[in-house]
Every structure is written in structure tokens, then in C-alpha cells.
């Protein structure tokens, strides 16, 4: 099973919300952040615009920027999702 474009792009655009989210909360600037996790500052920008799709590591590393486990960020991206939402139709 393929994921669709559509909902690559729900997950990313929801991914991007909410660690735009964080970013703002946390009163940091992307370059801050980027330089603390050795990350460039365009990678996280990409991903906060919903523009990346990142690796498993880099997500795992911004997780930790926002002193978050793995699990937790997924937890409060689902939320931006439509209920029920899955990633395959």
C-alpha cells in the first residue's frame, strides 16, 4: 500500500504546525534550536513549513529540542489531525 500525496502532506503540514508551535512557545530562534540538536536551520524551517519529510533521527532530535519524547510529539501531531485519521485509505 502507497501513502498518498494528500495525506503525506496532512501529516506534514501537521508536523510543521506543531513544532512552529513549540518553536514560538519556547521564545527560541530556529538558528538557537538548529544549533543545539546539529541540525541546519533550512532542515528545521523545511520541516516547520511542512516542506520536509524528515528521518526518523531528525525527528527524534527535534522531539528532544523541545525536551519531548518521540512518542509525545507524535501524540500532539495526531492531534492536529482529523479523528481518525490514518495515513492509509
Do not use: H
Not at 27 to 36: F, L, N
Not at 44 to 60: A, K, M, R
Not at 61 to 68: C, D, R, V
Amino acid at each position: 500500500m502507497q501513502v498518498s500525496q494528500t495525506k503525506k502532506k496532512e501529516l506534514l503540514q501537521a508536523f510543521g504546525k506543531v513544532i512552529s508551535k513549540l518553536r514560538e512557545e519556547s521564545k527560541r530562534s530556529a538558528r538557537s534550536i538548529a544549533y543545539d540538536i546539529n541540525l541546519s536551520k533550512t532542515t528545521l524551517l523545511l520541516s516547520e513549513s511542512g516542506q520536509l519529510d524528515p528521518q526518523i533521527t531528525t525527528f527524534c532530535k527535534i522531539a528532544e529540542a523541545y525536551y519531548l519524547k518521540p512518542e509525545k510529539l507524535l501524540e500532539m501531531i495526531y492531534k492536529e489531525l482529523p479523528e481518525n485519521w490514518t495515513i492509509i485509505d
